[in-house]
C-alpha cells in the first residue's frame, strides 16, 4: 500500500510539531530539518486529530521577478484521525487556504461543493471524504489505521511568498456538528488541531439513526440503492424541490463515475450520448468480455442525464417509474405538488475490485442545470438512512432501500452580469423608463458596444421591440431630453426575459403598479411565474387583477404571482406583422397590483418606496435598475399625460395578445 510510508511522514512531521519552539511563526523562518520524534501531541488528543503538513515546492514557470506574483507547485498531506471513542460519521475538514492556491490534485477527499479539480481554494476550502467519509474507533477495528484514518495528499499551486517562507494555511479544523475545536497550533511546515465533542451539543432528538439525518437544502437528490448483486445494483435517483422559488426546466443532471461504473439501462429519464466504444476499448471491454454494449445505455465517466417527456410516463419500456417523466420541469410545492418530485431508475454495472455486492459507492461531483431557472450547487453525495417506501402491494408493508445517500443542492445567487432577467423601472411621474442594466445578462458580443456604459433613458413605446430596433428611439428621445449619447452605444442587456415595474398611480388611500412580463427567447414559458419582494410596501398588498398572487408565508415580503388558469403559457417571440421589415414581438403577461397604505403609513412612492427590492422569474433572480425614475418638478398637467399615454399603449399590446 502506497500510503503507509507517506502515513509515517506525516506522522513524524507531526510528532516533531510539538516539540519545535512555541514562539517561531511558521511563516517567516526556513523548514529546518525536523528533528527526532518526541511524543506525539496526537497521542494526548482524545478527539478527532487533524493535521497538515507542507512537504516542498518547486517554483512553476514562468519565473518572475516580482515574489509575490511568482508561480509555484506545492505537495502537503493533511489527516484526519479519530483518536476518540465515537465514531465519526461524514467527516468534514476547513484548510483555510491563504496564498491564492489552486487545489490540482487531493486523494481520498473531495471538495464540499462539488468543484471539479483545480480549483481555485485561496479563501479556504471545505474537505470531505471520499471513498471513506466515516472514521470507526480505535476501539472497534483493534486499532486498524486504514479505518479510524485517512490521509489527503496534495497537490497545487501557490502564489507567492518569498522562499524561506513556508506557504501554510490561515487556519485548519474539523467541520463537523458536535465538535469544537481550539486554534490549531502551528509549527514551520506543520499545523495539527485536536478537536473535542462539545459537552454542551445537544444532538437534536430524532429516531436514533446508524448514518446522518437528512439535511434540507433547496433542491434535495437522493441516490437509493434498491437491488444489489455481485457486479451490479440498481439506484434509484429521487430529486425534491423544496425551495418556494425553486424551478427548473429541461433540467440535465449530471455527474461524475470515480470507479469505472456505467450505465447499462435506465428508466424514467435518458442520457444524451449513446456511445459503447468508451466501454469497448476501455476497462469495462476487458472485463465485461461477453456483454453485447450497443444496448448499453451509457459510458460516458460524466453521462448527462434528461428527463422522458410526459407521453412517456407509462411506458413499460423506458418509463413507468414513479414521479417520473415530465419532461424536464420541477416546480415549487406551493405552485403544483405533483410536479415538485422527478425521479428515474438505473442499473449501473461495476468493475473490479468492487464485485462485492455491498462495494457501492455513488458517483460525485453532482450539477444540475436548467433554462432560464436559478442555479444550483451540489454538495457531495452523504449516507442516510435508508429511504422507506411504501410497498406497491398496498399492504401496510414498507421496503427500505439498501443504502441510500443524499445530494444537497441550493440556489446560488447569480453574479453581477450573468442573470437570466432584468427589470426595467417607469413611473407616471417621469416620462422616461430606466430600462434594464447593460449587459444584465452578459456580454459575449461586446466590440461593438460598450459594456460598461449606463443604459439610455427610453420612452415607454421602446420597451416593446426588440433592443435592435430600439436604438434609434433611444437616440431621438436623448436628443429630446438633452441627454448624451455615449459613443460607443450601450451593449443590450442579452436577457431572455425583462420585466418592467411601472407605478401607475398614487393617491391619499393607496397606490397601484403595473407589472409587465416580455420573453425575448423563441421558447415557451409554461407555468410561467414570478415573485416579488417589497421590503416597505409588502405589508399594503390588496390585490392583483389578472394574475393570482399569493403572499409567500416562508419567505418574507415577497408576493408570488402565476398565471391564472389558461394565461399559464409566456410566449415565445414571434414575428411581426410585417416579417420581414418590422420589428419581432415578445411574449407579454400584465396585471395590475393595488396596495393600500393603510398598513404602510408614511410610504414614499414618488422616492421609490413603491419599486421592489428583488425581482424573481422561474425562481431566477432578475438584476435590478440602480436608480429610480425621479419625480420631475415639471408642470402637474404635463406629467399626468404620460400615464395615459402608457396606459394606452399597454392596452393595445393586451388587446392583440388576446386578439390572437
Ligand atoms: C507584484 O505582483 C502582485 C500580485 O500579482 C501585484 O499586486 C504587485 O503590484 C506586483 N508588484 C510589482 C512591483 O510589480
Ligand atoms: C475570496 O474572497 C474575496 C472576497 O470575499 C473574493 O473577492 C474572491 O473572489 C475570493 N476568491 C476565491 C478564489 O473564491
Ligand atoms: C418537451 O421538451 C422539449 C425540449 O426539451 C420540447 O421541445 C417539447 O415540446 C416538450 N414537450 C412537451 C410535451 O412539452
Ligand atoms: C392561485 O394559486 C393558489 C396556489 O397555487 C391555488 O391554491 C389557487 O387555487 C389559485 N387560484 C386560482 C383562482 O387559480
Ligand atoms: C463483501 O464485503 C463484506 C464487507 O465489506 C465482506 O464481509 C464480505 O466477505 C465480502 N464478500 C466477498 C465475497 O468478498
Ligand atoms: C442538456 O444537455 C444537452 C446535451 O448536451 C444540450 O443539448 C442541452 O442544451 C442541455 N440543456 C440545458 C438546459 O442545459
Ligand atoms: C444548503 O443549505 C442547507 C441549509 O441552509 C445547509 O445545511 C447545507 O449545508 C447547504 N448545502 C450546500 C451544499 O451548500
Ligand atoms: C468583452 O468580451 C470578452 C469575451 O468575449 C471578455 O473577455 C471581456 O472581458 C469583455 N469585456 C468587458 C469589458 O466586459
Ligand atoms: C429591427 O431590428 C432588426 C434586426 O436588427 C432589423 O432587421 C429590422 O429591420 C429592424 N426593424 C425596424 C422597424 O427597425
Ligand atoms: C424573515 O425575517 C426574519 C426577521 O427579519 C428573519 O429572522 C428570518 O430569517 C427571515 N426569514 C427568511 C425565510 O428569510
Ligand atoms: C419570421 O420571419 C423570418 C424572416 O424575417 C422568416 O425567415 C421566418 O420564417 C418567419 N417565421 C415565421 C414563423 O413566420
Ligand atoms: C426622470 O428620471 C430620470 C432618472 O432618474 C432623470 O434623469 C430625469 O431627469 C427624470 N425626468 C424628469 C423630467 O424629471
Not at 451490479?232 to 425553486?246: D, F, I, K, R, S
Not at 466590440?447 to 428611439?473: G, H, I, S
Not at 408642470?635 to 402608457?646: D, E, N, T, W
Amino acid at each position: 500500500m502506497s500510503w503507509t510510508p507517506l502515513f509515517l511522514l506525516s506522522f513524524l512531521l507531526t510528532c516533531s510539531n510539538v516539540h519545535l519552539g512555541f514562539a517561531q511563526d511558521y511563516g517567516d523562518e526556513a523548514a529546518k530539518d525536523t528533528p527526532p520524534a518526541p511524543p506525539p501531541a496526537q497521542d494526548n488528543c482524545d478527539g478527532i486529530f487533524v493535521s497538515y503538513d507542507f512537504i516542498s515546492r518547486v517554483k512553476e514557470y514562468p519565473h518572475v521577478k516580482n515574489a509575490s506574483a511568482q508561480a509555484w507547485a506545492f505537495k502537503s498531506t493533511a489527516s484526519v484521525l479519530n483518536a476518540g471513542a465515537l465514531e465519526l460519521k461524514a467527516w468534514k475538514i476547513f484548510i483555510g487556504f491563504q496564498h491564492e492556491e489552486i487545489l490540482v490534485s487531493a486523494s481520498n477527499a473531495v471538495l464540499v461543493d462539488g468543484d471539479d479539480l483545480p480549483a481555485p481554494v485561496g479563501n479556504g476550502t471545505y474537505l470531505v471524504g471520499y471513498p471513506q467519509a466515516d472514521l470507526k474507533t480505535s476501539i472497534d477495528t483493534a486499532n486498524d489505521l486504514t479505518q479510524i484514518e485517512v490521509l489527503i495528499e496534495m497537490t497545487g499551486t501557490q502564489f507567492g511568498v518569498k522562499p524561506p517562507g513556508v506557504p501554510m494555511p490561515k487556519t485548519l479544523r474539523l467541520e463537523n456538528d458536535g465538535y469544537k475545536c481550539p486554534a490549531p497550533t502551528k509549527k514551520k511546515t506543520s499545523m495539527h488541531v485536536c478537536c473535542a465533542r462539545d459537552p454542551k451539543f445537544k444532538a437534536k432528538k430524532v429516531k436514533t439513526t446508524k448514518f446522518l439525518p437528512r439535511l434540507h437544502g433547496d433542491l434535495s437528490i437522493t441516490y437509493d440503492i434498491i437491488q444489489a448483486t455481485e457486479g451490479n445494483y440498481l439506484a434509484q435517483v429521487t430529486m425534491e424541490n423544496n425551495h418556494p422559488l425553486g424551478r427548473l426546466d429541461h433540467w440535465n443532471l449530471t455527474w461524475e463515475w470515480m470507479r469505472g461504473e456505467f450505465i447499462y439501462s435506465m428508466k424514467g429519464a435518458y442520457t444524451h450520448k449513446k456511445d459503447p466504444s468508451d466501454c469497448i476499448y476501455g476497462a469495462p471491454g476487458q472485463y465485461y468480455k461477453d456483454l453485447d454494449f450497443s444496448t448499453v445505455m451509457n459510458c460516458e465517466k460524466k453521462p448527462i442525464i434528461s428527463d422522458l417527456p410526459q407521453d412517456r410516463a407509462k411506458d413499460e419500456k423506458v418509463g413507468n417509474i414513479p414521479n417520473c417523466c415530465k419532461n424536464g420541469t420541477l416546480l415549487p410545492t406551493t405552485m403544483d405538488k405533483t410536479k415538485s418530485k422527478a425521479a428515474f431508475q438505473m442499473q449501473v454495472f461495476k468493475l473490479p475490485p468492487d464485485l462485492n455486492r455491498t462495494a457501492i459507492y455513488p458517483p460525485q461531483r453532482w450539477k444540475i442545470n436548467g433554462i432560464l431557472n436559478p442555479d444550483y450547487k451540489c454538495g457531495a453525495p452523504i449516507r442516510v438512512d435508508p429511504t422507506e417506501t411504501a410497498d406497491p402491494s398496498g399492504l401496510d408493508l414498507f421496503s427500505e432501500s439498501i443504502a441510500s445517500w443524499q445530494i444537497v443542492c441550493n440556489i446560488t445567487r447569480p453574479k453581477s452580469k450573468s442573470s437570466h432577467c432584468c427589470v426595467s423601472f417607469s413611473s407616471f411621474y417621469n416620462d422616461s423608463v430606466i430600462p434594464c442594466n447593460t449587459c444584465s445578462c452578459g456580454c459575449p458580443n461586446n466590440d461593438t458596444c460598450n459594456p460598461n456604459a449606463r443604459a439610455m433613458l427610453l420612452p415607454p413605446e421602446a420597451l416593446l421591440v426588440p433592443f435592435d430596433n430600439r436604438t434609434a428611439k433611444a437616440k431621438a428621445w436623448a436628443h429630446l431630453k438633452h441627454q448624451h449619447i455615449p459613443n460607443p452605444l450601450p451593449c443590450p442587456d442579452n436577457c431572455g426575459v425583462s420585466i418592467n415595474w411601472h407605478i401607475s398611480s398614487d393617491y391619499r388611500k393607496g397606490w397601484t403598479a403595473r407589472i409587465t412580463l416580455f420573453n425575448w427567447e423563441d421558447v415557451n414559458f409554461e407555468d410561467w411565474f414570478t415573485a416579488i419582494q417589497m421590503n416597505k410596501a409588502f405589508p399594503g398588498y390588496q390585490n392583483v387583477y389578472s394574475f393570482n398572487g399569493t403572499r409567500i408565508p416562508e419567505l418574507n415580503k415577497t408576493i408570488f404571482f402565476q398565471g391564472l388558469p389558461g394565461l399559464t403559457y409566456l410566449m415565445g417571440e414571434t414575428n411581426g406583422t410585417d416579417p420581414i421589415h418590422g420589428p419581432r414581438v415578445p411574449g407579454k403577461q400584465q396585471s395590475v397590483i393595488s396596495f393600500s397604505k393603510k398598513q404602510t403609513p408614511g410610504i414614499n412612492i414618488v422616492k421609490g418606496d413603491g419599486f421592489p427590492t428583488k425581482v424573481f422569474f422561474n425562481g431566477e433572480e432578475c438584476a435590478l435598475p440602480t436608480t429610480f425614475p425621479k419625480p420631475s418638478d415639471g408642470h402637474q398637467s404635463h406629467v399626468s399625460l404620460v400615464p395615459i399615454i402608457f396606459l394606452t399603449i399597454m392596452t393595445f399590446v393586451l388587446m392583440t395578445d388576446y386578439l390572437q
